[in-house]
């Protein structure tokens, strides 16, 4: 299996762009997550979705962040317009019950930087 | 509210020396879940363990081990004969047991193994 997907790995932006993040879970799995890692606030979760269906965004920090999940191979994380102060790595992960055997299984992350 | 604390910011070792790393957790949860990760420069995460908390043996994996006192809220990490590729930032993480519910991470602490 390829693991979690994010693209792009990198991206860096001007202030007032739009941004969009990428997230490919792993086939079959039905849980998917996204974090936010930032050196004042760690890593915080910003969203998860249940079978495409968004369950939890009180992490998304204000109106400008979005996400969807139009399928269960695919997410998206968008921020418009963006700021300097989102600048930070996003991580995407996705995750398959039974609770027995959970692990949240984590892609490469993307590191945004917005000038 | 679920709550992890990793008090040790920075930790710098020698090569060989062992290397404990703290995690105390709090949650009004009965059943829960710890982990631990490791994120290396590359900036990936890496799953290292997971652990129910109602079993609190402790286990060992290569020069790897985990100390679960449920009693303390606590779940320690130790590396024997630390290498300089332990070189990371490690993070405890605690979620609820009812599976696929999102990971509540401690701020982490930087490892340094000095060759």
């Known amino acids: 299996d390829a693991g979690v997907i994010q693209s792009p790995r990198h991206e860096v932006t001007e202030m007032g762009q739009e941004v969009t993040l990428r997230c490919k879970p792993i086939?079959?799995?039905?849980?998917l997550f996204w974090y936010r890692q930032t050196m004042m606030r760690g890593l915080e979760l910003l969203i998860y979705f249940n079978n495409n269906v968004p369950i939890d965004d009180s992490g998304m920090p204000e109106d400008r962040f979005s996400a969807k999940m139009p399928n269960a191979s695919f997410s998206t994380l968008k921020i418009q317009p963006s700021e300097p102060r989102d600048s930070a790595v996003y991580f995407c992960a996705s995750s398959l019950a039974p609770a027995e055997t959970y692990e949240q299984y984590f892609g490469p992350g993307t590191r945004l930087t917005v000038t | 509210a679920q709550k992890v604390t990793q008090a040790q910011t920075e930790i710098s070792v020698v090569e060989k020396e062992d290397v404990t790393l703290d995690c105390v957790y709090e949650?009004?949860?009965?059943?829960?879940?710890l982990f631990w990760y490791k994120q290396p420069p590359s900036g990936e995460l890496v799953f290292l363990i997971r652990?129910?908390?109602?079993?609190?043996q402790n286990e060992i994996s290569g020069r790897y081990s985990w100390n679960f006192q449920k009693s303390t809220s606590s779940f320690n990490f130790t590396i024997t004969a630390s290498q300089v590729v332990d070189s990371a930032v490690y993070f405890c993480?605690?979620?609820?047991?009812?599976?696929?519910?999102?990971?509540?991470f401690g701020k982490g602490t930087r490892l340094s193994v000095i060759a």
């Open positions: 993480a605690l979620s609820a047991y009812s599976g696929n519910t999102p990971l509540v």
């Open positions: 949650t009004r949860d009965t059943t829960y879940y």
């Open positions: 086939s079959g799995h039905d849980y």
């Open positions: 652990r129910n908390s109602f079993d609190e």
